[in-house]
Nanobody
Framework: IQLVESGGGMVQSGGSLTLSCVAS????????MSWVRQAPGKWPEPVST????????YYSDSVKGRFTISRDNAKNTLYLQMNSLKPEDTALYFC??????????WGRGTQVTVSS
């Protein structure tokens, strides 16, 4: 099982980034998929989940209204569109299989840095 994130980078406050995660080694369409982030010195924080069954979504209060999670099952790819970025969004962002609270597999992460 592999989860490979991309799309991170440095952006100014108010800017946008789109993260991607390509999954392999399992039937992607059958699984809930999540984004989790970890800032330096902090615990991992659930960001968003998209559910396999009906495509419904969950967002943490800190990103609701600014981030959008989506998936393309034909491409085995998970996305996170991030708008109106804030310095407090700076973190290592991980793609994860399963719910955002207790995923069973994680990628290696992609760094997002937002400058003020």
């Amino acid at each position: 099982i592999q989860l490979v994130e991309s799309g991170g980078g440095m952006v100014q406050s108010g800017g946008s980034l789109t993260l991607s995660c390509v999954a392999s080694g399992f039937l992607f369409s059958n699984y809930d998929m999540s984004w989790v982030r970890q800032a330096p010195g902090k615990w991992p924080e659930p960001v968003s989940t998209i559910y396999a069954g009906n495509g419904s979504t969950y967002y943490s209060d800190s990103v609701k209204g600014r981030f959008t999670i989506s998936r393309d099952n034909a491409k085995n790819t998970l996305y996170l569109q991030m708008n109106s970025l804030k310095p407090e969004d700076t973190a290592l962002y991980f793609c994860a299989r399963g719910g955002a609270i207790k995923p069973d597999y994680w990628g290696r992460g992609t760094q997002v840095t937002v400058s003020s």
